[in-house]
Structure formats: C-alpha cells, structure tokens
C-alpha cells in the first residue's frame, strides 16, 4: 500500500493567478498521476507524471495550463496556472504501486480548488 | 477502453445485500474489471478486482460471467458507512495503468 498527503487541502484563489499542489508518497512508487473531479462528477485523468522526463498529458490537457514536474520517486506537484472559475475542482494525485496482477491506485485525499 | 455502464444510483436498508450491475460489453481479453469507492471529501478507495468468475475478500464479491460482458459487485449486509460512489472501470492489464472512470454509482444506505 501507500499512503498518500497533498497539499494544500484547499485554497480560494483569484482569477488569472496560479496555484501548485503537493503531492507526497511514503515510499518510491513507479507511476504517479494528477487527475480532476469537478464538482457532482467524476474523476478525469490530467497526465501521467513520469520521473525525470515530462509529463504525459491526456486529451484536452495541455502542458502550459497544468505544468507538472516530478524530481523523485515520492513526489510531484500540478501547477494550475492562470487560474479562471472552470478550474474549481478536486484536484487528486494518485499512485500505482506496480504490483504485477493488480491495476491498484492509492489516491491521496484531494486539494479543493475554488477560483473567483 | 471499454466504456462501463452503471445505474447512476441505488438506494438500500442497513442489513441488505446490495448488488450493483456494471456493462461492459466492449471488454478486450487483457481487460481486468476493478471497483472503485469513494466517500465524500476522499479520494477512491480500490475494492476489489476480477477477470472472470467469482472473486471475493473482506469487503465485497465480484461476479463476472463467462462473456464478460458485465460484472456484479455485491456488497453483504450494508450498514450507514457504506454510503459512496461506487465506480466500475475496465483496466487494461500491462504498463499502461491509466484508469478511465465512469460516472460511478451513488449508494445512499437508509437506517
């Protein structure tokens, strides 16, 4: 298992500004991810962030809007960059232990992200 | 991906067993079904995984048919705590390791 601490929880911030959320792990994990959940939804994956190489970003999600960067193997952080309404959400880090026969993420519990 | 479908909510009593159906009909051979459940205010939680029949552990029992084609995760005698989301993605097995979740299923359990 993992055991998974972000921060901030959650944060107001003012339109056009930027925010960057911490992700922290207890122990080296392979695969991390940044995904987001706007309120009453579910969760949409952002990227993939790898160690030592940039980030895979999904459709929809570019690199200067969601900046990620991973220095090791038990940290990443998401920068929302000029922020606007639309990117209030959850915004959660997630990671996959690696085991061979199970696909099992640890998810951290969340950054609460309010933009006015 | 095979795209999941699942009833967007379900009510039970505490003391139920609660079945909730998921719809998979595109699944590929390397598929893996997992269930997801998340509280509010957390992140989800992995429950339980399967490729075919029956899978069980300390929290739940998944059913998978031999077409695949959907999956059953059945919950025995619910209580209060129990009330989530529940999310039934279909996971590629291999190095990708991206999950695509579906809009989930709320379970509200009533005293």
């Known amino acids: 298992s993992a055991v998974i601490s972000q921060k901030p929880s959650r944060d107001i911030c003012q339109r056009g500004t930027s925010l960057t959320i911490q992700c922290q792990v207890d122990?080296?994990?392979?695969?991390m991810f940044w995904y987001r959940q706007q309120p009453g939804q579910s969760l949409t994956l952002i990227a993939t962030?790898?160690?030592?190489?940039?980030?895979?970003?999904e459709s929809g999600f570019v690199i200067d809007k969601f900046p990620i960067s991973r220095p090791n193997l038990t940290f990443s952080t998401l920068t929302v960059s000029n922020m606007s309404p639309e990117d209030s959400s959850i915004y959660l880090c997630?990671?996959?232990?690696?085991?061979?026969?199970?696909?099992?993420?640890?998810f951290g519990p969340g950054t609460r992200l309010t933009v006015l | 991906l095979a795209k999941t479908t699942q009833p967007i909510s379900m009510d039970s009593y505490e003391g139920q067993e609660v079945n909730i159906t998921c719809s998979h009909n595109?699944?590929?051979?390397?598929?893996?079904i997992t269930w997801y459940q998340q509280f509010p205010s957390q992140g989800p939680r992995f429950i339980i995984q399967?490729?075919?029949t029956k899978v069980t552990n300390e929290v739940a029992s998944l059913f998978i048919p031999a077409d695949r084609k959907s999956s059953t995760l059945s919950l025995p005698r619910v209580s209060l705590s129990d009330t989530a989301v529940y999310y039934c993605?279909?996971?590629?097995?291999?190095?990708?390791?991206?999950?695509?979740f579906g809009s989930g299923t709320q379970l509200t359990v009533l005293p």
């Open positions: 997630s990671v996959d232990t690696g085991s061979v026969s199970y696909n099992e993420q640890f």
């Open positions: 122990s080296q994990v392979t695969m």
């Open positions: 962030a790898n160690q030592g190489s940039e980030a895979t970003y």
């Open positions: 595109n699944i590929a051979t390397n598929d893996y």
């Open positions: 399967g490729y075919k």
């Open positions: 993605l279909v996971v590629a097995s291999g190095s990708a390791r991206q999950l695509t």
